[in-house]
């Protein structure tokens, strides 16, 4: 009996030894084991960004690279991410909600209305409560953009204009009907939903009168369609952006866009943006969402080389514009930092 003992007392302790070399992670995350005395966690993300023309994708592509390349020596978990293309917003919470992304990149609009389950069709009364914050990044330009040699010059110069005013569903149409309703023309345009690469060819071949882009601007789009035929932006004054702020739209930023922004303009502009923002599945846990909040900021120089946007990432302006609440490995970041966190960012 002794001898038996002594067997089953050995095969326990080797049981013990054998699991004490193995981890595990939780969510989307696969454990991994390593050669050296201490294992590294490791957790895979999926990022969904936007189109190839826009600025989600490079953007997004660039900071995965940096989760990939920094994580597991400056933060211990190894995040084995990746950047895949999108329909950007709209498209990136429902993922988040089915599960198909773990982090994304989107307007706060879009992701106040995902979350609410309030004014997209997409997410009435289906409301994407898994959306948790980690910063936001940068404007995203509401601009009204016409041919230079166009006789439109104000917002109520598209009565009876054929205008792009975005694909349908979409963040982008959302926006241009609150400002072109604040405007009283909404009801009097001729409406194309198109995304907003087609909107720039269409407006480049005349087949359109003015096109609705949001995106961070300068957008390649529009860039490329003005080196041949010149642009202008129509201007959105402060009456236009009282009225939206008393409506409840609380999403809207002034922004001047400079003369320089696009071949054709010829001084300053006065428009609207929202912002984009870093979004995170409230399903990723706490010390991922942590070192991707940490290393977002420790290599923003890296995503200024990437994109010129990247220039309004910071850490002091991280919360502005933040319209759903943060993940709370987002918060023991910036408290950390010593950045107070507002009750209505609190999950």
Same mark, same amino acid.
Request: overall charge positive; some cysteine.
């Given at each position: 009996?002794?001898?038996?003992?002594?067997?089953? /007392?050995?095969a326990?302790?080797?049981f013990?030894?054998?699991m004490?070399?193995?981890?595990?992670?939780?969510?989307?995350?696969?454990? $991994?084991s390593?050669?050296?005395?201490?294992?590294?966690?490791?957790y895979?993300l999926? #990022?969904? $960004?936007?189109?190839?023309?826009?600025? *989600? *994708?490079?953007?997004?592509?660039?900071?995965?690279?940096?989760?990939?390349?920094?994580?597991?020596?400056?933060?211990?978990?190894k +995040?084995?991410? %990746?950047?895949v293309?999108?329909?950007a917003?709209?498209?990136?919470?429902?993922?988040?909600?089915?599960?198909?992304?773990?982090?994304? +990149?989107?307007?706060?609009d879009?992701?106040?209305?995902? *979350?609410?389950?309030?004014?997209?069709?997409?997410f009435?009364?289906k409301?994407?409560?898994?959306?948790?914050?980690?910063a936001?990044?940068?404007?995203?330009?509401i601009?009204?953009?016409?041919?230079?040699?166009?006789? #439109? %010059?104000? /917002?109520?110069?598209?009565?009876?204009?054929?205008?792009?005013?975005?694909?349908?569903?979409?963040? $982008?149409?959302?926006a241009?009907?609150?400002?072109?309703?604040?405007?009283?023309?909404?009801?009097?345009?001729?409406?194309?939903y198109?995304?907003f690469?087609?909107?720039?060819?269409?407006?480049?071949?005349?087949?359109?009168?003015?096109a609705?882009?949001?995106?961070?601007?300068?957008?390649?789009? #529009?860039?490329? #369609?003005?080196?041949?035929?010149?642009?202008?932006? &129509?201007?959105?004054?402060?009456? +236009?952006?009282?009225?939206?702020?008393? %409506?409840?739209?609380?999403?809207?930023? $002034?922004?001047?866009?400079?003369?320089?922004?696009?071949?054709?303009?010829?001084?300053?502009?006065?428009?609207?943006?929202v912002?984009? /923002?870093l979004?995170?599945s409230?399903?990723?846990?706490?010390?991922?969402? *942590?070192?991707?909040?940490?290393?977002?900021?420790?290599?923003?120089?890296?995503?200024r080389q990437?994109?010129a946007?990247?220039?309004y990432?910071?850490?002091?302006?991280?919360?502005n514009?933040?319209?759903?609440? &943060?993940?709370?490995?987002?918060?023991?970041?910036?408290?950390?930092k010593?950045?107070?966190i507002?009750?209505?960012? %609190?999950?």
């Open positions: 009996m002794k001898k038996l003992a002594t067997v089953g /007392l050995i326990v302790l080797l013990a030894v054998v004490a070399g193995c981890t595990s992670s939780g969510g989307g995350g696969t454990g $991994t390593s050669s050296t005395s201490s294992a590294t966690e490791s895979s999926t #990022i969904y $960004t936007g189109g190839t023309s826009g600025v *989600y *994708y490079p953007l997004g592509s660039a900071y995965a690279n940096i989760l990939n390349q920094y994580s597991a020596k400056e933060a211990g978990i +995040i084995n991410a %990746k950047a293309t999108s329909g917003s709209v498209s990136n919470a429902k993922a988040i909600g089915d599960g198909d992304a773990q982090a994304a +990149i989107m307007q706060n879009v992701a106040y209305y995902a *979350y609410n389950g309030v004014v997209l069709d997409a009435k009364g409301p994407v409560k898994k959306l948790r914050g980690i936001a990044l940068y404007p995203e330009t601009q009204f953009v016409v041919r230079a040699d166009s006789n #439109i %010059k104000t /917002l109520q110069d598209l009565k009876g204009k054929k205008v792009a005013v975005g694909a349908a569903g979409s963040g $982008t149409a959302v241009a009907q609150q400002i072109l309703e604040a405007a009283g023309v909404w009801n009097s345009i001729q409406k194309v198109v995304k690469s087609e909107a720039a060819q269409q407006l480049k071949l005349g087949q359109i009168d003015a609705v882009i949001v995106s961070g601007a300068p957008t390649p789009a #529009i860039e490329q #369609i003005a080196v041949q035929t010149p642009v202008r932006v &129509l201007p959105i004054g402060s009456d +236009i952006y009282q009225e939206l702020k008393g %409506k409840g739209y609380v999403f809207y930023v $002034t922004q001047t866009l400079p003369k320089s922004t696009y071949k054709g303009m010829t001084e300053d502009t006065p428009t609207l943006a912002k984009s /923002l979004v995170v409230a399903d990723v846990p706490d010390n991922v969402v *942590y070192a991707m909040t940490m290393l977002l900021f420790k290599h923003v120089e890296t995503l990437v994109h946007k990247a220039k990432i910071s850490f002091e302006t991280a919360l514009g933040m319209s759903i609440p &943060l993940h709370p490995g987002a918060i023991k970041y910036y408290e950390e010593g950045k107070s507002p009750n209505n960012l %609190k999950p």
